[in-house]
């Protein structure tokens, strides 16, 4: 492991289109929020420095078209990835219950080595809206943060800036971790994976 | 041999046979060997799995049959006497349709191989796939037996010009009127040739399908799991329950078939065959969301590697040809006067538009002389909105002033009963499939060009209004999401995808009448259909001849982008899909679009004006960048004007130019030596004018 190798964490963030992910990263990296961002087309990345107990770092964030069909060009730039930004919309039921899918097709594409240790964080975004238009609440929230293996959770208004900073630290660690972890080397995620398929072999589903 | 007619001592019966078909063994004529294509049957209770399909070179025959083969060819299917379509004659021989033989002839049974003389044969039982290629003005059909030993038998071309059987069958046909193949693999376009009749005949002793994902590729007799290999992304839904996949033993494939980053012919091999492993199939069934995957990496696999394959990266033999033709630095390639002609001009102003017609609205001058000027200069802001419908095809370019006036209510009457019937359609407003489209457009519509004057946020917007999508105060945005909607219905297959919004905003803008723009988006979107499909297919077509172009036209600047794993040109995909739109000011859009909608060289002119842009910054990214992201971070962040719109079409018109030349010279080259095709059909198709067009096939559904 080298220190001297300059860090670049890897993030991709999903969800469905209107979520409010180029909202997000831009209130994160640039501090503004604007009602004019287009619907994002292929894919865009924006950079920050950060220093991380007491480590610099880059992070780079990847920004995505939100409609499924466009998902297939994913595979190339998906690869390299070191955590995965899951985002949907409070007042928008449908963008909760995609959510999975949204990790699923991310582990896919992606070629992930360890899916079961590889970091995912999930925000709910646009929590400045009156509480009557919001169609998911916390508990259910917190629901989904379960079943999706106990990933860390944060409410955010991109356009109040709320939670920002505090969700893309724990995307950052998570990465920075995840990045550490990779350099271990091949022979410790091979004995992952023989674990894993001696698990897979006494499975009788 | 001197066999008795009658005797059928080591003879087989044919069922089928042509004459002059050939191997091209060589680049040169001389090497090719000329034979017949036959499928014949060796007793009478030889089953249909049985029966051969041979090549059997002429060279080795005996002299009695190649006289039955030749007989065979012409009246074996479809009897001596002449067929008309006016004189049903009860004694006539029996007719073409049933292609069975019409009187029993037999040859010495052909061998499966032979060492010297190039000839082969399969079973149908034993013959897993052919690939099937249609014949172009530049070369000659062929078919490719594949068996299922995985042997790959030479191509057989069909020289239909010299084949006495397949000009008979061809003026038949004429008389029936249907010229067209009936094995037709693009969609009823592809004239009569040689193999059809050959498949139609197979079609009768096997199940012939085409491949799902390869319509060009006929698979024989083939089972569930053969084409759910190649089963397209799109045909399957999404599985809800994929979580399970990843603590399973599964997950292990997959990652294997991500693990290809290096694309080789082997390697597509291996995925094939995985394919065929019984645990693979275990997975296709109890999970069918990971077949999808698999097909979707296996397409993407193979398309890899036909593309390092077919390196267009001219070899010296090619480099040399050229510059003898076209001179050193191909300098005659490009004249001092193609360089003049490619300089670009004033935009057409309004007096000399209106010199172009008569008084009846009628053209004086040619279509392709309007184009040429429209091409070269862009048209003057105050014209627009009457030139873009004629560029559009709205309009058809010879209609009277009179013949306008009527089409024009006739498109208001259309466009008013399109729109009524859904906004009045109360069930069909309550459906899941509206409601989740009317959501998607209104999600877009409120983000469409908020910086563009006529659709800006409006004093009285609140940004309260900005949680309810459905409230569009500002009355133009109001009339996209009429017009979107309305498309969304006409064209109910495709339905509303990200990147319409932005197609549809310049016409807006420009033309305004509501009826007017909304035809003109449809038309529009005829030929922009290809990059919205579900399958995604459109787009990695572009991609992939923009990919063929660049090694052509910009050899060292793509073994470049190679070495930054950018040769997949990913960053070209926002380009593509809204025609440059989000690279270049708005007012200067509208200038490149109408100069793409004249079609003047080529309709899918785009392309070169990507490769231009490759072109225009070769050096600076040869020189400073070496990663895939930073290649697209560089593209992304381009931030061009006017100025470099017209210096990126004059280097676009230059090159497409070249082009044309250096491909003219190679045809020549392999069209005197009969050698294989180093231009792919993909690029020589950016020579035509028509429009490529590409429908979504599949009903639209909830995503």
Known sequence: ?205 | MTDHVTSTAGKSQLLYAKSKVFLHLTKHKTGNVEGFLTITKRTASTSNKELAINFIPKSILNSEDVKTLEWFDLYGLDGEKEYSPYHEDANQTKQSSSNEPVKKAYITRPSNSSSTAYAFGVTIGSLYSIAVRPPSIHWKGSIILHSTLGERLPPIFFHDDECPGFKRELSRKRKQFQPFSENNLKGGEIPYWGGDRFITVLRKYAAVEANPAEKTILMINPTPSDLSTFIPQDAIERSNDKTSLFGQGKWKLLTTMAKLTNFTKNKVNEVAQNFEQPEVKAISEDFESARVYLAKWALSIEEEANRTRSKLILNDDYKSLLIEKLGKDFSSLVTPQDINNASRKDPLKKAEWDSYFDTNGLPKITIQEIKDRIFHGGVDPEIRPQVWPYLLQVYPWDVSTQEKHSLEITLQEQYLDLKTCWQTDINKRETDLFKDQKFRIEKDINRTDRDISIFKRLPEETSDDNEDVSVIKNPNLNTLRTILITYNELNANLGYVQGMNDLLSPLYYVIRDETIVFWSFVKFMDRMERNFVRDQSGMRLQMKTLNELTQFMLPEFYLHLEKCESNNLFFFFRMLLVWFKREFPYETILKLWEIFWTDYYSSQFHLFFALALLDKHSNTIINNLSRFDEVLKYFNDLSMTENDVDDLLMRAELLFLKFRSMVNVIDIKERYEGSAQLISSDLRDLIGTELVIQKENEPCSVE
């Open chain 1, 1 to 205: 492991m080298s220190s001297k190798k300059k860090t670049i964490l890897k993030v991709i963030i999903l969800g469905d289109s209107g979520v409010g992910k180029t909202s997000l990263m831009q209130q994160f990296v640039n501090r503004k929020f604007s009602q004019q961002y287009k619907a994002t087309i292929g894919a865009d990345f924006l950079t920050k420095e950060l220093v991380i107990d007491n480590k610099n770092v880059t992070i780079q964030l990847w920004d995505t078209a939100g409609q499924e069909r466009f998902q297939s060009l994913g595979v190339a730039f998906y690869r390299g990835a070191d955590c995965c930004v899951l985002v949907y919309d409070v007042t928008n039921n449908k963008s909760y219950d995609n959510v999975v899918s949204w990790k699923d097709e991310f582990l896919v594409q992606a070629n992930i080595k360890n899916p079961e240790t590889f970091p995912f964080i999930l925000i709910g975004n646009k929590i400045d809206v009156e509480e009557n238009k919001r169609q998911i609440n916390n508990k259910k929230a917190q629901q989904l943060c379960a079943q999706l293996g106990n990933i860390p959770y944060f409410e955010t208004s991109a356009k109040e800036a709320v939670n920002i900073d505090q969700a893309f630290d724990v995307v950052a660690r998570n990465a920075l971790q995840q990045e550490e972890s990779l350099d271990f080397g091949d022979d410790y995620t091979d004995a992952i994976n023989i674990h894993l398929d001696g698990e897979s072999s006494t499975c009788g589903c």
